[in-house]
């Protein structure tokens, strides 16, 4: 019973463990959305100022202005790639953490299938141990 109760306890802390993925996950998902708009929102400020370049050059602008846009574009064109990499690598985590999730549901499932076995066992056991009773009994009335 010790044994039962041990695993139990076992079950007990992988379930902790268990609901504190979920809620990283949860967190890690709502991050991977918000950094996702970021992206989007960094993308169409990109494209914005490209087409208002495009309008700007028909009218013929200051040079200084043209290296005022560019300088902005490579700015925005930088933080794209650092918002690419960020967002992978919040993927990565996200995968490391579903990876570590199912690897304790397994877990969880193996130890409630030992609990069943160490059951299943006590249970012969103790029915074993009645029919040697019966058995003793049936030789003890017998003589």
Do not use: G, W
Request: aromatic letters at 8%; proline letters at 1%.
């Amino acid at each position: 019973m010790a044994r039962v109760d041990n695993l139990n306890k076992l079950i007990q802390l992988h379930n902790q463990h268990e609901n504190k993925l979920i809620k990283m996950s949860a967190a890690i998902k709502k991050k991977i959305e918000d950094e996702t708009k970021k992206y989007s929102l960094l993308n169409n400020c990109l494209k914005e100022y490209r087409e208002k370049l495009a309008t700007q050059s028909e009218k013929s602008i200051p040079s200084f202005q043209y290296q005022q846009y560019y300088l902005f574009m490579d700015q925005l064109e930088i933080a794209i790639k650092q918002q690419i990499e960020f967002i992978k690598a919040l993927k990565e985590n996200q995968m490391k953490i579903l990876t570590q999730y199912e690897l304790v549901k397994n877990k969880i499932k193996n130890i409630k299938k030992l609990i069943d076995k160490e059951i299943k066992i006590r249970n012969y056991k103790q029915e074993r141990c009645e029919n040697q009773e019966a058995v003793d009994l049936y030789n003890k009335l017998k003589r």
